[in-house]
């Protein structure tokens, strides 16, 4: 029956499918996912976009992420090991990750970085110096300028975009993205405050702040622009999904339930398995069924409808594996 279902001509829609049984899902994820992950690993411990490709920071960082949350095995900790240790190697003077190698910068692949070593022995001050950059980096809005320049355009606008809020760009010393400062407030949140820098907790409301400010017209989040010429900014499931990520410990919040709501209603229309993935990872983030979804992400994998590469793995195993999603939760500080 699972066979027949999975042999299935996908119509544009999530097809229906035998009711999904939660012991598929670590199966699932030991038999295709981390086998991926492990074969993709290269030489330097680091991971690239696609398999044995130039080891980058974010790719490593997703790798890592989704093997914490799978059962331990030997070769799976031999792995995170030097996963861990290329991201050692690979942090900046001043406590950033660059998105490329051998770029001088620091990026918003910082927030990433500390998500995937926060916890671990041996990387306690790895992720300190990352949380200390992050909450120092400001965005370009920030600057003097940019504020003056604020006051006069207040003056001639009656658009909803409080631009006083803030949160995390793209680039260094350029203006707040919704991804971004989702990133960097899924680690805030997941950070033991005992090592929170004493500026995380402004940034953290900032960021909030903003989120909610920047959501689309009706529901769901896109780059970061709700509204454009007075026309309403189209939402995107990818930029919904982690900022509803970012703010899960306010389920209680308009904007929250109606982007649910508005993601929701998009289930059944995604053809993407990357927006697949991430739609489960919210849906079990925020305790809603996923179950069909689930069955579809796996039916895509089976017929070869995907990429192959490395996030979007990562992400389908976070989506799959049913464990307790610690990425998302607080952490203990770690140790040497």
């Known amino acids: 029956m699972l066979h027949n279902a999975l042999s299935q001509t996908r119509t544009g829609r999530v097809p229906v499918l035998p009711k999904f049984r939660d012991d598929m899902r670590p199966a699932f994820v030991e038999n295709t996912c981390?086998?991926?992950?492990?074969?993709?690993?290269?030489?330097?411990?680091?991971?690239?976009?696609?398999?044995?490709?130039?080891?980058?920071?974010?790719?490593t960082a997703w790798a890592l992420i989704a093997l914490a949350e799978s059962a331990p095995a030997q070769a799976q900790e031999e792995a995170a090991s030097r996963g861990v240790q290329f991201l050692h190697s690979a942090q900046l003077s001043d406590g950033s990750w660059p998105c490329s190698p051998g770029l001088p910068e620091g990026s918003w692949v910082t927030s990433l970085a500390c998500v995937a070593l926060l916890g671990r022995e041996k990387s306690s001050e790895n992720g300190k110096r990352g949380l200390g950059w992050l909450c120092k980096e400001m965005p370009g809005e920030t600057g003097t300028l940019r504020r003056i320049m604020r006051t006069f355009a207040a003056k001639k606008t009656d658009g909803t975009q409080n631009e006083s809020y803030f949160g995390w760009s793209w680039t260094t010393g350029t203006s707040s993205w919704v991804e971004p400062t989702s990133y960097a407030m899924i680690l805030l949140h997941a950070v033991p405050h005992s090592i929170l820098p004493a500026d995380a907790k402004h940034r953290m409301e900032m960021g909030e702040a903003m989120l909610c400010n920047r959501m689309c017209p009706g529901g769901g989040w896109n780059c970061g622009n709700p509204m454009v010429y007075g026309v309403p900014g189209e939402p995107q499931i990818t930029s919904t999904v982690w900022a509803l990520l970012a703010l899960k410990n306010h389920p209680e919040r308009t904007e929250v339930q109606q982007s649910l709501e508005w993601l929701q209603g998009k289930l059944n229309a995604i053809q993407s398995p990357v927006s697949l993935a991430l739609s489960v990872i919210?849906?079990?983030?925020?305790?809603?069924?996923?179950?069909?979804?689930?069955?579809?992400?796996?039916?895509?994998?089976?017929?070869?409808?995907?990429?192959?590469n490395v996030p979007e793995v990562a992400w389908s195993a976070l989506a799959l594996s049913g464990g307790a999603q610690s990425w998302l939760k607080m952490k203990s500080a770690g140790g040497d």
Do not use: C, T
Not at 34 to 59: C, I, K, M, T, Y
Not at 282 to 305: D, I, S
């Open 282 to 308: 919210a849906m079990n983030a925020y305790e809603k069924p996923a179950a069909e979804l689930a069955l579809a992400l796996q039916a895509m994998h089976e017929k070869n409808e995907i990429l192959w």
């Open 34 to 59: 981390l086998p991926f992950l492990l074969d993709a690993q290269n030489e330097d411990g680091g991971w690239g976009f696609r398999a044995h490709s130039v080891s980058r920071a974010e790719p």
